[in-house]
């Protein structure tokens, strides 16, 4: 599976959108971009995921960028609950569905 | 409808005993995995199976046995329990292995070991 990379950190606004970015450079054509996150000491929290088109869905927005190797994760209206490690992870169709976390983004939510 | 439910929450053991860590998903989900979490890290994956009777090791089996005699439970074993195996323990299933599918977690088990 490729390699993917974020940032360590980044702050947010309550209210304001919030825009993730992940660069997977190395990504193949049968791998898609998930995300998911982590709420302090609870288990990981799936968002979202896609292949090659953009996709939304009630919590946030995948863009993926033509030639696929960045995205971004878009929360349109940070709330302090959306405070977490936000992790971006590809997988490929014949990786029996294991997933390699990297160290993830955590992204904080202030007043 | 329960989801992922993982049996103990917290368990502090002595260095050499045995333990073992339940799993239960009532999804009817083939695909169930289990990951570790260190302080600061992401998870990594220590043991999966794909099916009923099935396992297969993943990125940090050593110390670690598995069993999946049941579709819906799988079982984490430390048959002698050491001061590096202290970690959050983290069960999850996914409904087939497709990419296309999400994986569902529990919420944790917090094991020290002294």
């Known amino acids: 599976d490729a390699k993917t990379t974020q940032p360590t950190s980044m702050d947010c606004a309550e209210g304001r959108a919030a825009n993730l970015p992940c660069n997977h450079s190395?990504?193949?054509?049968?791998?898609?971009v998930y995300w998911y996150r982590q709420i302090h000491s609870q288990g990981p929290q799936y968002i979202i995921h896609g292949l090659k088109n953009n996709e939304t869905n009630e919590m946030a927005s995948l863009i993926i960028t033509e030639d696929r190797k960045s995205s971004t994760l878009i929360l349109p209206h940070a709330t302090l609950r959306d405070t977490a490690v936000y992790y971006c992870i590809a997988l490929t169709t014949d990786s029996w569905g294991k997933l390699q976390f990297g160290a993830g983004t955590q992204v904080v939510v202030t007043p | 409808n329960a989801g992922v439910t993982q049996t103990p929450k917290f368990r502090v053991l002595k260095t050499g005993q045995s333990m073992t860590l339940l799993c239960a998903q009532d999804?009817?989900?083939?695909?169930m995995y289990w990951y570790r979490q260190d302080p600061g890290m992401g998870l990594r994956l220590i043991h999966y199976s794909v099916g009923e009777g099935t396992t297969a090791k993943g990125e940090v089996p050593d110390g670690y046995n598995v069993s999946r005699l049941k579709k819906q439970n799988f079982l984490l074993g430390l048959e002698s329990a050491a001061p590096s195996q202290t970690s959050v323990y983290f069960c999850?299933?996914?409904?087939?292995?497709?990419?296309?599918?999400?994986?569902?977690f529990g919420d944790g088990t917090r094991l020290s070991i002294l």
């Open positions: 999850a299933s996914t409904l087939a292995g497709a990419s296309n599918q999400p994986q569902h």
């Open positions: 190395t990504i193949s054509g049968n791998e898609y």
């Open positions: 999804m009817n989900h083939e695909y």
